[in-house]
């Protein structure tokens, strides 16, 4: 009854423009599409596209855009060949309305099927979609590996206080660094260097590892995103949502977190559980903040051969793991790590 009445509204939309990229979405040859939202029945499905009209070309990246009057919508995609399963789109809303939304799978051909989800909106509307479209955001690139699902995505999530590329007098990147604003998955490196003993000596070493990365391997910035050392501190290296230079041949969507010291025989530095505890509570905050799947933490030696990030810090990934994964609740009555000494 209901999929009727939606297949109806489907239908009843009009042909719409085509967008600027790739190839537009159709659906019975149709683009676009409009539907209504009664208020007070989320949460609940309201809206199902069915299979697109199929779609030749290889896409990575789906693209709607359109008006969505109440901001209680979010969006689900999946395509209807392959693994990759249901993938949540980040929705970017202005005030007025106006909202594009965006979706990122393994390169491959395959039908769309699109749905919309009210979480509880508080007046009746209509929902319009302008456009939907698909394209490869790299046509060169390589196909990507499968994606895991993202979960819910939060931009209000707090990060834990992070020391900023200020306080280590960070320089200038060298070239202007690529975005990669959307990331899935973080890799745990250690430097193999200093074993730091104060905050001080970390934002020291964190600009030495800078300098080495800039000049001697001649990268256009520190290749990690994040330092975390030996009591807890976390520095900011690289920014966030700019693409790391850390796990080559995986850098895509990959969030770079490296432990200063060398966690490996015959050195055999100790994580601490301060240092634990802060990459717990900042992958509590990307797992959050962009929805990441908390498997998706690897050591740098799940990619290539290396020691990195060493025996005995590679031993605590899976607890880290349990860490990324736990409840606002948990992290809000945790100790949490004094990030300034
Ligand atoms: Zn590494």
Same mark, same amino acid.
């Given at each position: 009854?209901?999929? %009727?009445?939606?297949?109806?509204?489907?239908?009843?939309?009009?042909?719409?423009?085509?967008?600027?990229? =790739?190839?537009?979405?159709?659906?019975?040859?149709?683009?676009?599409?409009?539907?209504?939202?009664?208020?007070?029945?989320?949460?609940?499905?309201?809206?199902?596209?069915?299979?697109?009209?199929?779609?030749?070309?290889?896409?990575? *990246?789906?693209?709607?855009?359109?008006?969505?009057?109440?901001?209680?919508?979010?969006?689900?995609?999946?395509?209807?060949?392959?693994?990759?399963?249901? +993938?949540?789109? &980040?929705?970017?809303?202005?005030?007025?309305?106006?909202?594009?939304?965006?979706?990122?799978?393994?390169?491959?051909?395959?039908?769309?099927?699109?749905?919309?989800?009210? &979480?509880?909106? !508080?007046?009746?509307?209509?929902? !319009?979609?302008?456009?939907?479209? +698909?394209?490869?955001?790299?046509?060169?690139?390589?196909?990507?590996?499968?994606?895991?699902?993202?979960?819910?995505?939060?931009?209000?999530?707090?990060?834990? $206080? +992070?020391?900023?590329?200020?306080?280590?007098?960070?320089?200038?990147?060298? #070239?202007?660094?690529? $975005?990669?604003?959307?990331?899935?998955?973080?890799?745990?490196?250690?430097?193999?260097?200093?074993?730091?003993?104060?905050?001080? %000596?970390?934002? &020291?070493? *964190?600009?030495?590892?800078?300098?080495?990365?800039? #000049?001697?391997?001649?990268?256009? /910035?520190?290749?990690?995103?994040?330092?975390?050392?030996?009591?807890?501190?976390?520095?900011?290296?690289?920014?966030? &949502? *700019?693409?790391?230079?850390?796990?080559?041949? #995986?850098?895509?969507?990959?969030? =770079?977190?490296?432990?200063?010291?060398?966690?490996?025989?015959?050195?055999?530095?100790?994580?601490?559980?301060?240092?634990?505890?802060?990459?717990?509570?900042?992958?509590?905050?990307?797992?959050?903040?962009?929805?990441?799947?908390?498997?998706?933490?690897?050591?740098?030696?799940?990619?290539?051969?290396?020691?990195?990030? =060493? /025996?005995?810090?590679?031993?605590?990934?899976?607890?880290?793991?349990?860490?990324?994964?736990?409840?606002?609740?948990?992290?809000?009555?945790?100790?949490?790590?004094?990030?300034?000494?």
């Amino acid at each position: 009854m209901k999929a %009727e009445l939606l297949l109806a509204l489907l239908l009843a939309a009009p042909a719409l423009r085509a967008g600027d990229l =790739g190839s537009e979405v159709t659906f019975g040859a149709r683009g676009g599409a409009r539907f209504h939202v009664n208020a007070g029945y989320g949460p609940q499905i309201v809206f199902d596209s069915g299979p697109s009209d199929p779609l030749p070309d290889a896409w990575d *990246t789906l693209l709607i855009q359109g008006e969505m009057p109440d901001p209680s919508l979010r969006f689900a995609a999946s395509r209807q060949a392959g693994p990759a399963g249901w +993938v949540e789109l &980040e929705v970017h809303r202005f005030p007025n309305g106006r909202f594009w939304a965006r979706g990122r799978f393994p390169k491959r051909t395959g039908a769309l099927r699109l749905r919309a989800f009210d &979480e509880g909106s !508080t007046s009746d509307h209509e929902v !319009t979609m302008y456009a939907v479209e +698909v394209f490869a955001e790299n046509p060169d690139a390589p196909s990507l590996p499968s994606l895991p699902s993202r979960g819910p995505m939060d931009p209000g999530a707090t990060p834990p $206080p +992070v020391h900023g590329r200020a306080e280590w007098r960070a320089a200038p990147p060298t #070239n202007p660094l690529s $975005p990669d604003p959307l990331p899935w998955r973080i890799t745990l490196h250690h430097t193999g260097g200093r074993y730091t003993a104060s905050l001080a %000596e970390s934002l &020291e070493e *964190t600009r030495f590892i800078q300098d080495f990365h800039q #000049n001697g391997r001649k990268w256009s /910035d520190i290749a990690y995103h994040f330092v975390v050392d030996p009591l807890g501190n976390i520095i900011e290296a690289r920014p966030l &949502e *700019t693409l790391g230079a850390h796990t080559l041949n #995986n850098n895509e969507g990959n969030v =770079g977190i490296v432990l200063l010291g060398t966690y490996h025989p015959p050195k055999n530095d100790q994580p601490t559980a301060a240092q634990l505890a802060s990459v717990g509570e900042l992958g509590r905050f990307l797992v959050r903040r962009f929805g990441i799947d908390p498997a998706s933490l690897k050591g740098h030696r799940d990619y290539k051969q290396t020691d990195c990030p =060493g /025996d005995l810090a590679y031993v605590r990934l899976a607890e880290l793991r349990g860490a990324f994964a736990g409840s606002q609740r948990a992290r809000k009555s945790a100790a949490r790590p004094s990030a300034t000494r």
